[in-house]
């Protein structure tokens, strides 16, 4: 089984929906992150959380929310989508490991495609 | 303002050849550089850089990271055409450890 999912896969929606995408890791990570992708502009992060009670914005929080259930699970509503939104959505998780480095190598669910019409 | 610049921004090669893809970066409080692999599917981890001159191996593809001139090299020899992709670099820094990214180097391998 993979160790970060995503759901749904693929989505299309119309605009003023509300829409959830979620995330589920069994890593046993502290760290999740919601990114988006688009072409041209690279990976650009939405929110990011250390741990249960910590949740930060990202470059690009307008329009977006979230929430952290647990540690395994991490939540990106959209709660009015519009056409702009389309992108691929990725969740990806980290953790400190024993490295004084504190390096923080992500890794990341499979993606979902959203489509905002 | 922190920045990871990747180069070039997209390569066609033959199979068979050696390419060399770069990433400069000019990040606070630098910890370490990541290079991932993304196919048409979700970014996979190649390597992680924190010490200069140490090359990272794993099998045709290496890295380096020279820390003072702020750059590392992710070389591929005997390309094939699974190594199409689009190359992803990333830098770890600041205080709260996120990831600053490049927007990526797509490598096309023909055969």
Redesign the interface.
């Known amino acids: 089984d993979a160790d970060v999912t995503q759901t749904p896969r693929n989505r299309i929606t119309k605009t003023g929906k509300r829409i959830m995408l979620e995330c589920s890791q069994t890593k046993g990570h502290d760290r999740m992150y919601w990114y988006r992708q688009d072409p041209g502009l690279g990976l650009r992060l939405i929110y990011y959380s250390f741990d249960v009670k910590d949740i930060n914005k990202g470059e690009i929080s307008d329009g977006y929310s979230v929430s952290r259930q647990a540690q395994a699970k991490f939540s990106l509503s959209l709660e009015s989508a519009i056409p702009n939104q389309t992108a691929l959505y990725f969740c990806a998780t980290s953790d400190l490991g024993g490295s004084p480095a504190y390096t923080d190598t992500q890794y990341f669910g499979p993606g979902t495609r959203l489509t905002v019409l | 303002e922190d920045k990871v610049v990747q180069s070039p921004l997209s390569l066609v090669v033959h199979e068979g050849d050696t390419v060399t893809l770069n990433c400069s970066y000019e990040v606070t409080n630098f910890?370490?550089l990541?290079w991932y692999k993304q196919e048409k599917?979700?970014?996979?981890?190649l390597f992680?850089l924190?010490s200069s001159g140490i090359e990272k191996k794993s099998g045709r593809l290496s890295s380096i990271l020279d820390k003072k001139e702020l750059f590392s090299i992710l070389n591929i020899t005997a390309t094939q055409t699974g190594d199409s992709a689009v190359y992803?670099c990333a830098c770890?820094a600041g205080n709260?450890?996120?990831?600053i990214?490049?927007?990526?180097t797509s490598l096309a391998v023909n055969p």
């Open positions: 910890r370490s990541l599917k979700a970014p996979t981890f992680m924190t992803l770890n709260n450890r996120k990831l990214w490049g927007l990526g």
